[in-house]
């Protein structure tokens, strides 16, 4: 087995872990974008800065409306304005100081009752970053 291939495996097994101290992941809902699960969690996903999902579950979409402002498209069956969504930068390409602000009520914002609000940024202003988001 190449060296690569055995690294691999190896931060397979080490992130296996770390979900398994968190929580077993169930099979993704049809309307997931990327294909992430997880027990008790209605929603969930992996944003890039420019708006890109990694992976989710329970969003049908995410749009990029302006500079470090995000809009996250939840499945019919979950009602945004009833949520308490939780939101982190991603580690890799956030400068340390930055911001994440998360609404759920992004029928204001985004203009559909279904979609939850996420500004990113930093003390200058906004600024496009990566982030991560759960609805539990």
Not at 8 to 19: D, E, Q, R
Not at 46 to 59: E, T
Not at 103 to 113: A, K
């Amino acid at each position: 087995m190449s060296r690569i291939k055995k690294t691999a495996m190896a931060v397979a097994v080490a992130l296996t872990s770390c979900v398994g101290a968190l929580g077993a992941f169930a099979v993704p809902a049809l309307a997931d974008l990327g294909g992430a699960s997880g027990p008790g969690v209605r929603a969930a996903a992996i944003v890039n800065a420019n708006g890109f999902v990694v992976r989710s579950k329970g969003v049908t979409g995410v749009r990029k409306i302006a500079t470090g402002q995000y809009c996250i498209r939840l499945d019919a069956d979950i009602n945004a304005a009833n949520t308490v969504p939780v939101a982190t930068t991603q580690w890799t390409g956030s400068p340390w100081d930055s911001s994440i602000f998360v609404r759920p009520d992004g029928n204001i914002v985004c203009g559909d009752s279904r979609d939850i609000f996420v500004g990113t940024g930093s003390a200058s202003g906004a600024r496009d970053t990566g982030f991560h988001v759960i609805i539990p």
